[in-house]
């Protein structure tokens, strides 16, 4: 071993230190930071962020990227350290670009955009965000051209989440899937609509959350390397290999909306749970593939999760935690997880509806950086495309387009990789049960963790040591395509009773 890679081991351990302590700091911030410790910890934030900004930019930071980037170095490396000194060389000659004030200004905006977000989504008053919602696509786009100052911003905001992925392939396999997928849902609606009386009533919100541990321990979440908490809006953090932490957020009229949060984070967890411990301190290690993060968890959440095998062996025990499931059929159960209908809530959606709601999303966004429409007008075009996507509008600003809070922190680029993380998902279901057989065989016996484990060895334990495209050569053999998610839909929902 080279004493440059000794060093830059070294070195990399220590910008890790500062992204633990950040991730911490945002982890607690959106769970448990009271209202009057809310400046000092955004004072703390931005600190540490403009400190590893600081690190990530260093000229000896630099000098040992070249050094591992000469080839007698690089190809004695092994292929996790090429990835990294490959992709940390790019962020370097990005973030060189980037002045170090506006950074620090951009950290800090974010943050308190963040909760003027959950403020104004409360009061369901867009004009409370407006001003920092402005704020964040001006320092947004001002960000990116720093970064990349002669490529479309969003295009480089696209690569950010998902590398490799597109615009123009987006845009393809998008229009694909609205294609098969209008048809099939006006079929869905002209059906009617089941009976799901019996689910509604007041269900105790700690119960709640020992349906949401039993969950999570049946899926393969390992308890002894994460944490539950609570949350406006359900999200994932991973600090390291052993500490992958989920939040939920509890109705308590409506169990279904947390227990499918709980599906859906917990699939992100095992994911952050089961990557290979070689790759920690690597690029390898930090999974910012956001398409296969969320195929993940749309996988436990829709392709396992919404399946009535799924809840053959757990039914009762749901019963024992929630009384009033005790009453419910699960086959009533069966059709109110899987009652297709236009709704103005992206994460209460059904899993077809779902894919509707992204699009709109992402022709939002174009929206905003390429047609540079007005932050004013957001609200409108929002309402507008609800109505000619879903055939629905939004009554407030809260079921519109305050409903997420990803915008508020600059994730601009994000929400496709939702709507690609489910085209993977078809992809791989075609390939589980070419090698596996019958998934609902499986569940039936109460065997899920079969299923992780293939999960395990075929995706996770590699972290993003391959991009998503080459996941999807490996795995299934194939190019990205809607098409196994169409006839997973179509299978599932043209034989539904």
């Known amino acids: 071993?080279?004493?440059?890679?000794?060093?830059?081991?070294?070195?990399?351990?220590?910008?890790?230190?500062?992204?633990?302590?950040?991730?911490?700091?945002?982890?607690?911030?959106?769970?448990?930071?009271?209202?009057?410790?809310?400046?000092?910890?955004?004072?703390?934030?931005?600190?540490?962020?403009?400190?590893?900004?600081?690190?990530?930019?260093?000229?000896?930071?630099?000098?040992?990227?070249?050094?591992?980037?000469?080839?007698?170095?690089?190809?004695?490396?092994?292929?996790?350290?090429?990835?990294?000194?490959?992709?940390?060389?790019?962020?370097?000659?990005?973030?060189?670009?980037?002045?170090?004030?506006?950074?620090?200004?951009?950290?800090?905006?974010?943050?308190?955009?963040?909760?003027?977000?959950?403020?104004?989504?409360?009061?369901?008053?867009?004009?409370?965000?407006?001003?920092?919602?402005?704020?964040?696509?001006?320092?947004?786009?001002?960000?990116?051209?720093?970064?990349?100052?002669?490529?479309?911003?969003?295009?480089?905001?696209?690569?950010?989440?998902?590398?490799?992925?597109?615009?123009?392939?987006?845009?393809?396999?998008?229009?694909?899937?609205?294609?098969?997928?209008?048809?099939?849902?006006?079929?869905?609606?002209?059906?009617?609509?089941?009976?799901?009386?019996?689910?509604?009533?007041?269900?105790?919100?700690?119960?709640?959350?020992?349906?949401?541990?039993?969950?999570?321990?049946?899926?393969?979440?390992?308890?002894?390397?994460?944490?539950t908490a609570e949350s406006e809006h359900p999200f994932t953090t991973e600090l390291c290999i052993g500490d992958v932490r989920v939040t939920n957020h509890y109705k308590e009229n409506d169990p279904i909306s947390a227990i499918f949060s709980a599906i859906h984070e917990g699939g992100h967890a095992i994911f952050g749970q089961n990557v290979d411990p070689a790759y920690e301190d690597t690029a390898a290690g930090q999974v910012n593939l956001m398409g296969l993060h969320e195929s993940q968890s749309r996988f436990f959440e829709n392709i396992l999760g919404r399946r009535r095998s799924f809840w053959v062996p757990i039914y009762d025990r749901l019963g024992e935690i929630l009384p009033q499931f005790k009453e419910v059929p699960l086959d009533t159960f069966y059709r109110a997880i899987n009652d297709v209908h236009p709704s103005m809530i992206r994460t209460e959606a059904d899993e077809v509806t779902y894919c509707l709601h992204i699009i709109l999303r992402y022709e939002m966004e174009k929206a905003i950086f390429r047609d540079n429409v007005p932050v004013s007008d957001l609200p409108q075009l929002w309402n507008d495309k609800m109505e000619e996507l879903l055939g629905i509008r939004p009554a407030n600003d809260g079921e519109g387009i305050l409903q997420d809070m990803h915008w508020s922190d600059g994730s601009f680029g994000y929400f496709p990789s939702y709507l690609l993380g489910s085209m993977y998902d078809g992809m791989f279901l075609e390939a589980l049960e070419k090698e596996k057989g019958s998934v609902d065989a499986i569940l039936e016996d109460g065997r899920i963790r079969e299923i992780t484990a293939w999960l395990n060895e075929n995706i996770h334990r590699h972290g993003s040591l391959y991009t998503s495209s080459e996941v999807l050569r490996r795995v299934c053999k194939k190019e990205l395509s809607a098409r196994p998610l169409l006839d997973y839909f179509y299978q599932k929902y043209e034989n539904l009773d």
């Open 1 to 227: 071993m080279s004493q440059t890679l000794d060093q830059f081991k070294e070195y990399l351990h220590k910008m890790k230190q500062y992204e633990h302590v950040l991730t911490l700091l945002y982890w607690d911030l959106q769970t448990l930071t009271p209202e009057k410790g809310v400046e000092a910890h955004m004072s703390a934030i931005t600190y540490f962020s403009s400190e590893s900004f600081r690190l990530s930019t260093a000229d000896e930071y630099g000098q040992m990227l070249r050094t591992l980037s000469e080839p007698e170095e690089f190809d004695a490396l092994d292929e996790a350290m090429q990835l990294t000194v490959r992709r940390y060389s790019r962020d370097y000659e990005r973030f060189k670009r980037v002045p170090a004030d506006f950074f620090a200004d951009y950290t800090e905006t974010k943050a308190r955009s963040e909760k003027a977000w959950e403020k104004a989504k409360r009061s369901a008053d867009f004009d409370q965000f407006a001003p920092y919602l402005e704020k964040v696509i001006s320092m947004t786009k001002e960000y990116v051209h720093y970064m990349e100052p002669d490529e479309d911003p969003y295009e480089v905001l696209l690569d950010m989440y998902e590398e490799g992925i597109d615009g123009d392939t987006i845009d393809r396999v998008f229009e694909e899937l609205k294609e098969g997928l209008l048809p099939l849902l006006a079929k869905i609606e002209a059906r009617p609509r089941p009976d799901l009386s019996a689910l509604e009533g007041s269900y105790d919100i700690a119960a709640q959350k020992k349906v949401q541990q039993m969950l999570l321990e049946y899926i393969g979440f390992d308890a002894d390397a994460g944490a």
